[in-house]
């Protein structure tokens, strides 16, 4: 199958340098590096990109029967960009996309000043979830993160990490990476699942015993289910210390699996140089980390993924430090962290929130949501998502207006016309 999109706006390629590699510094947000001029078309066969050239020059080689008339275009294989900015497929990086349950009325809580540990102690958070998440069937969990992961291709979300981690006993854990693995097959974003088996310590069990069914039971079953490509620990004062943190990640990379934690989310436990020494690919929530930390993860190849989402919905002031990666040269990205308590898939409103509350430049941002969390998916292979390249996947987005900036100036709203995924078109 092939299409052709033609009379594009300004193209945000993100593909300059060694594309195995993230974006750093000044490059990220230099437009001469990564953005093309306007009239350009892209041609699309078998999922991949073919060739990026001028529009009139692929129409008279591929479609020279085309009139330029848009309503009329041959089997609908030509779309007419009118003119829209294109930008590479959203790569979120972090969520927590299959769970069952509400959790409305927490916002209340916190407003009388309880604070996220204080409500899970009242039988709230995470282990609220687990109770309903516990009581579904694998087809209502499927429908569930169909539901939600339709909505983040609509949103320009096409390549997503999923994590379990509202089950915490094996069998549920096993169920929610099977959910995951039914809804990647199902939908045309790509999903990359991650066994967050030590997310909380379940009621029924002592968090020495529960420890101990994760590393001698979950995990052999999950390495042995085969759909899980990376483990990750809760790492915060409260839920999983750093040394009981290094005990079940270590024990995961014996099995195979890499690691992408979360760390620093509440305060500076150390939990980002734990990252490092792991070896893990991200290291997420990083509010707190300190700038030591921060040099050594970046030296250690460590992506740190922020989530201001999650600053957001928790009624915080004080947004991720975010800057203090770019003008320092750390590497980092930025994700959505969907879950019950932070109900927000859309990664323009994460974008939105880097550019207006955290001071990142809106094409740095979108370096921040494509072509550095591809880094942390698409580990080795011939192709990457997150960028705009021949002979890479054709997954991107064309928005409603010529200029790649305003991907991210919107919230509230959705700024995309169109998403490509893989090629296809999402209806």
């Given at each position: 199958m092939r299409t052709l999109v033609v009379n594009a706006g300004e193209i945000a390629h993100m593909s300059h340098g060694d594309i195995s590699k993230p974006l750093i510094g000044e490059d990220m947000g230099d437009k001469d590096l990564n953005i093309f001029s306007k009239g350009l078309g892209i041609l699309i066969e078998g999922g991949l990109i073919t060739s990026i050239a001028d529009s009139e020059e692929l129409v008279s080689e591929y479609f020279p029967s085309w009139d330029g008339d848009s309503e009329k275009s041959v089997n609908k294989d030509i779309i007419d960009a009118k003119g829209g900015a294109i930008i590479p497929g959203f790569v979120d990086s972090h969520t927590h996309l299959i769970w069952s349950g509400d959790r409305s009325n927490e916002m209340a809580l916190r407003q009388k000043g309880l604070s996220y540990s204080e409500i899970s102690k009242l039988g709230g958070g995470i282990s609220k979830t687990v109770e309903s998440t516990r009581?579904?069937?694998?087809?209502?969990?499927?429908?569930l993160g169909l539901r939600r992961v339709t909505m983040a291709l609509k949103l320009g979300t096409t390549t997503m990490e999923a994590k379990s981690g509202y089950g915490l006993n094996a069998e549920s854990e096993l169920a929610?990476?099977?959910a995951t693995s039914q809804v990647n097959q199902r939908s045309l974003c790509d999903i990359h699942a991650t066994w967050l088996g030590a997310h909380d310590i379940p009621k029924e069990k002592s968090k020495e015993d529960y420890i101990d069914e994760m590393i001698n039971l979950q995990l052999p079953m999950v390495v042995d289910q085969g759909i899980a490509k990376w483990a990750d620990v809760f790492c915060e004062p409260g839920w999983f210390t750093t040394e009981e943190t290094i005990e079940i990640i270590s024990a995961s990379r014996k099995m195979g699996l890499r690691s992408r934690i979360h760390v620093d989310e509440f305060v500076d436990s150390g939990g980002l140089g734990v990252?490092?020494?792991?070896?893990?690919?991200?290291?997420?929530h990083v509010a707190k980390s300190n700038d030591e930390s921060?040099?050594?993860?970046?030296?250690?190849?460590?992506?740190?993924?922020?989530?201001?989402?999650t600053q957001y919905v928790m009624g915080m002031t004080d947004f991720p430090p975010i800057k203090k990666c770019l003008d320092n040269s750390w590497a980092f990205s930025i994700a959505t962290d969907f879950n019950p308590n932070c109900n927000s898939i859309s990664m323009p409103f994460v974008g939105s929130l880097a550019t207006h509350r955290c001071g990142i430049d809106p094409i740095s941002a979108l370096a921040a949501s494509t072509r550095n969390p591809s880094t942390t998916i698409t580990n080795g292979g011939s192709t990457r998502c997150g960028i705009i390249s021949e002979n890479n996947p054709a997954s991107f987005n064309i928005l409603n207006n010529g200029n790649v900036e305003s991907w991210c100036q919107s919230p509230g709203m959705n700024p995309i016309s169109q998403t490509i995924a893989n090629g296809l078109i999402v209806k």
């Open positions: 009581n579904c069937s694998i087809s209502e969990l499927v429908n929610l990476l099977e990252a490092a020494e792991l070896g893990s690919i991200s290291a997420d921060r040099a050594i993860a970046n030296e250690s190849g460590v992506m740190q993924t922020f989530l201001p989402g």
